[in-house]
């Protein structure tokens, strides 16, 4: 499902299985989303996780002139020659109860892409619940606070929540899932070695 974009708009398969000049990738498979964090993430990140990121203008246009051409639908581009992020690094925030990172400083990435992830996390805050997340929107200004559950608190004052009726196996948890397998291998590989020296013993 990973290799082959299962899960991602038909715009995205089309530019990544096309193998252009000049594409990094797609954001959600540029970050490291540490156990936990998923819900918060994909809720922060929402339609960004799907954006491609991509060397220069040159590279964009060339990629959209093969999504135009095949009617492959729309997508965003995230040229890294020309992307700039906008950072929040309130000491106040910092400092707040409840406080668990700023967006960009909660997943991992080459550093080559710190603009990119800047321009899509500079500004969301991560904390642990939503009466805390409350109270600090209250202290900041054009900074989007998003809890752990997935809630968010938006600039403007709006708040976003509640739970989806069936749990959908988005990417990021696609991404956790496939870690979480090749762990339990690893686990199982050794119980067998173990079994078979027993067995060997026992014989």
């Given at each position: 499902m990973e290799n082959n974009y299962e899960g991602y708009n038909y715009a995205v398969r089309h530019v990544m299985k096309a193998r252009l000049a000049g594409i990094h990738g797609v954001v959600a498979e540029l970050i490291k989303v540490p156990e936990g964090y998923e819900t918060a993430m994909e809720t922060a990140l929402g339609a960004s996780l799907q954006n491609i990121v991509c060397e220069n203008?040159?590279?964009?246009?060339?990629?959209?002139?093969?999504l135009k051409a095949n009617r492959a639908g729309r997508m965003t581009f995230l040229p890294l020659s020309s992307i700039k992020g906008r950072s929040v690094r309130d000491d106040r925030l910092r400092n707040a109860i409840g406080f668990i990172g700023f967006g960009s400083d909660c997943i991992e990435f080459d550093e080559r892409y710190r603009n990119v992830m800047e321009y899509l996390l500079g500004r969301v805050?991560?904390?642990d619940n939503m009466d805390n997340a409350?109270?600090?929107?209250?202290?900041?200004?054009?900074?989007?606070?998003?809890?752990?559950?997935?809630?968010?608190?938006?600039?403007?004052?709006?708040?976003?929540?509640?739970?989806y009726k069936n749990k959908t196996a988005n990417i990021l948890d696609r991404k956790a899932e496939i870690l979480s397998m090749e762990k339990d291998i690893v686990k199982k590989n050794d119980e067998k070695k173990e079994i078979e020296t027993?067995?060997?013993?026992?014989?």
């Open positions: 203008d040159s590279s964009a246009k060339k990629a959209i002139a093969v805050v991560i904390v409350i109270n600090m929107s209250k202290t900041a200004a054009g900074v989007r606070f998003v809890t752990l559950e997935g809630e968010v608190v938006n600039a403007g004052g709006a708040i976003t929540g509640g739970r027993r067995l060997t013993s026992l014989r």
